[in-house]
């Protein structure tokens, strides 16, 4: 097991040293969809959520996802975001919420489990806040788009990026 990253000589998982490396200053962008059915389309596009406004609450959620992610993903090192942005938009020809998050530092290691992390709680989030009007939302796509920084440099996800 000696070849893995995250495993020691013994087969043991470990938190990759990464005490050697400089700090860059990295980015990362991902997207996910939330697909509404028709009920949770019409309250929502009317603002008639019960529960509140689920796209900024949403917004928020995927904010504090971000930040947590060390304490969700097992080996991510926990790092200093210096800024995260999520949005959630209303899709009206998909009848779909497109969910986005950016995340940067200067850092060693990487923001993309923090950009994904932040979608994934923001789809969560909306769908809490929605699913008192139907629980058959979808939650799909989640990906990472892009990042730059750090010893790998920048990379785009197939078919573009467009922002």
């Given at each position: 097991?000696?070849?893995?990253?995250?495993?020691?000589?013994?087969?043991?998982?470990?938190?990759?040293?990464?005490?050697?490396?400089?700090?860059?200053?990295?980015?990362?962008?991902?997207?996910?969809?939330?697909?509404?059915?028709?009920?949770?389309?019409?309250?929502?596009?009317?603002?008639?959520?019960?529960?509140?406004?689920?796209?900024?609450?949403?917004?928020?959620?995927?904010?504090?996802?971000?930040?947590?992610?060390p304490e969700l993903i097992p080996l991510c090192h926990t790092i200093r975001l210096?800024?995260?942005?999520?949005?959630?938009?209303?899709?009206?020809?998909?009848?779909?919420?497109?969910?986005?998050?950016?995340?940067?530092?200067?850092?060693?290691?990487?923001?993309?489990?923090?950009?994904?992390?932040?979608?994934?709680?923001?789809?969560?989030?909306?769908?809490?806040?929605?699913?008192?009007?139907?629980?058959?939302?979808?939650?799909?796509d989640i990906r990472l788009l892009r990042k730059t920084g750090g010893k790998s440099?920048?990379?785009?996800?197939?078919?573009?990026?467009?922002?």
């Amino acid at each position: 097991m000696g070849e893995y990253t995250h495993f020691d000589a013994e087969g043991r998982p470990t938190l990759v040293d990464v005490s050697g490396k400089t700090a860059t200053k990295r980015t990362a962008w991902a997207e996910g969809w939330l697909c509404l059915p028709d009920a949770i389309y019409e309250k929502v596009s009317q603002g008639a959520v019960k529960k509140g406004d689920p796209f900024s609450i949403a917004e928020l959620g995927g904010i504090m996802g971000a930040k947590k992610t060390p304490e969700l993903i097992p080996l991510c090192h926990t790092i200093r975001l210096d800024n995260v942005k999520v949005s959630c938009i209303l899709d009206h020809e998909k009848k779909a919420l497109k969910i986005s998050c950016e995340a940067s530092a200067s850092e060693v290691t990487g923001v993309e489990m923090e950009a994904l992390t932040g979608v994934s709680v923001a789809a969560l989030t909306f769908y809490d806040m929605c699913k008192a009007i139907d629980k058959g939302m979808v939650i799909k796509d989640i990906r990472l788009l892009r990042k730059t920084g750090g010893k790998s440099g920048e990379w785009n996800a197939k078919g573009g990026y467009e922002r």
